[in-house]
């Protein structure tokens, strides 16, 4: 009789039919990703969604705009952007094409911020130092394939 490890209790019924595993974890994976950055994060100050929000605003876009990035409301990207704005890490600038339309911009403070947080997430992301160079390539073409409309 295999003698097999016991199963991570967050992964569920594994079995070794792949159409059951594969979804456990992914989902496993998808929460050690978000305690990750939900540390990383706190390390800065900052809420996971705020981090979200400095990822996404590459370049000066409306709330809407950013809303629809974080698949979120525009109610809650309010308070976000409210919370970043007192930090002084993005600021509120009127749209030259239409004035009734504030567009979302990082300041030179929230760039730095933005910068160290990304070097500290992504050097310790769950998982990435268990693969090779091949097996990232391949996973990143996997990854693309799987979520091709995302904001990054």
Avoid: Y
Wanted: hydrophobic share 40%; net charge positive; proline share 7%.
């Amino acid at each position: 009789m295999e003698s097999r490890t016991a199963p991570d209790p967050r992964l569920g019924a594994v079995g070794t039919d792949p159409s059951e595993e594969l979804p456990a974890r992914l989902l496993l994976l998808s929460w050690l990703v978000q305690e990750h950055l939900t540390a990383t994060a706190a390390a800065f100050g900052l809420t996971h969604q705020q981090a979200w929000a400095l990822r996404i605003l590459d370049e000066p876009r409306p709330m809407g705009e950013l809303a629809g990035a974080m698949r979120c409301d525009a109610s809650n990207v309010t308070g976000i952007v409210d919370r970043l704005e007192k930090r002084g890490l993005v600021e509120r600038r009127v749209d030259p094409d239409d004035r009734r339309v504030k567009r979302l911009a990082v300041t030179p403070a929230g760039r730095a911020l933005r910068r160290r947080f990304e070097e500290r997430l992504f050097s310790g992301m769950p998982g990435i130092e268990a693969l090779g160079e091949e097996e990232g390539k391949r996973l990143l073409r996997l990854a693309r394939k799987m979520t091709p409309d995302a904001p990054c």
